[in-house]
């Protein structure tokens, strides 16, 4: 990859965007994570204006460090950079309270993961028609086209997408390039929606170099069948994760109405 030649693609396919939008600029949640980092950077070196937003819901304390840490960075190397801490945890907590109690609380885990996701998209779009802002997404290649590893109308709910053409190895190659802070660089990929230290591949069951290889594997058209050992579990992870969310990967059904029955 010509690592340089893409970011200055991105950062003008950005500029561009926003300016043909009449849009001032962009908002994006800052997690501490490697995406939000490289994607708030791209979003910073167009020159318009960059909102970050730090959102925590019982979040890890590494998690928050890191968020304000890029934040700092990105303060003291460019311009029109501002944020705002918005700590959503009672929001959080005054929903599930709200909610009618279950038998077993391990039933709505994955449900309450993704709320907290959908108030943190609500609060970007709230400071997004306060600024004219356009809501960046950070999903990469594998996250958004490969495993759906991602919340609908959540972090899914975005304006634009600057890196989701990228595959996670090349948000890296791209974060390195850019000099984004090491902390970021090592820490282990997460989505923060459960409040503990677990990791996208505790999750999935496979880390993103494999699922790369997988998806790779899916598009010349081969059958896990074709494979033995980790590389066959691997693929099927990939081919479980690929059909059960291809739901948030099509546009949404509709049902189109027959013009004669319209009549």
């Given amino acids: 990859m010509k690592t340089q030649e893409v970011i200055d693609y991105i950062v003008n396919w950005l500029k561009t965007y926003a300016d043909n939008s009449g849009m001032n600029g962009f908002v994006i949640g800052i997690s501490g994570g490697i995406d939000s980092a490289v994607t708030s950077t791209l979003c910073a070196k167009t020159g ?108 899914g709910g975005v304006d634009l997408s600057p890196i989701a053409d990228l595959l996670k190895t090349e948000v890296y190659a791209i974060a390195k390039e850019l000099g984004i802070n090491q902390e970021i660089i090592d820490a282990a990929p997460t989505d923060g929606l459960w409040g503990d230290n677990r990791t996208d591949e505790d999750q999935i069951g496979a880390s993103y170099p494999e699922l790369e290889w997988a998806m790779k594997m899916d598009k010349e058209g081969r059958n896990p069948s074709e494979f033995e050992g980790r590389q066959r579990e691997v693929f099927e992870i990939y081919i479980k994760y690929n059909t059960t969310n291809k739901h948030k990967m099509i546009p949404i059904p509709v049902c189109e109405i027959p013009l004669h029955l319209k009549e």
């Avoid at 925590?56 to 304390?61: K, L, R, T």
């Avoid at 400071?127 to 809501?135: D, G, T």
């Avoid at 958004?144 to 609908?152: L, P, R, S």
Wanted: with cysteine; glycine share 4%; aromatic share 12%.
């Fill in 48 to 155: 318009l204006k960059v909102l970050c937003l730090e959102m925590p819901i019982h979040q890890s304390p590494k998690q928050v460090t890191r968020a304000l840490n890029h934040i700092d960075w990105l303060k003291a190397n460019f311009d029109h950079i501002k944020m705002e801490q918005v700590n959503l945890t009672n929001v959080f907590d005054s929903m599930v309270n709200a909610f009618p109690q279950v038998e077993e609380e391990e039933e709505r885990f994955l449900a309450l993961a993704n709320t907290r996701a959908r108030l943190r998209m609500s609060a970007l779009y709230y400071f997004a028609a306060l600024e004219k802002l356009l809501v960046a997404g950070t999903g990469n290649k594998v996250e958004d086209f490969g495993v759906g590893f991602f919340t609908k109308y959540g972090d």
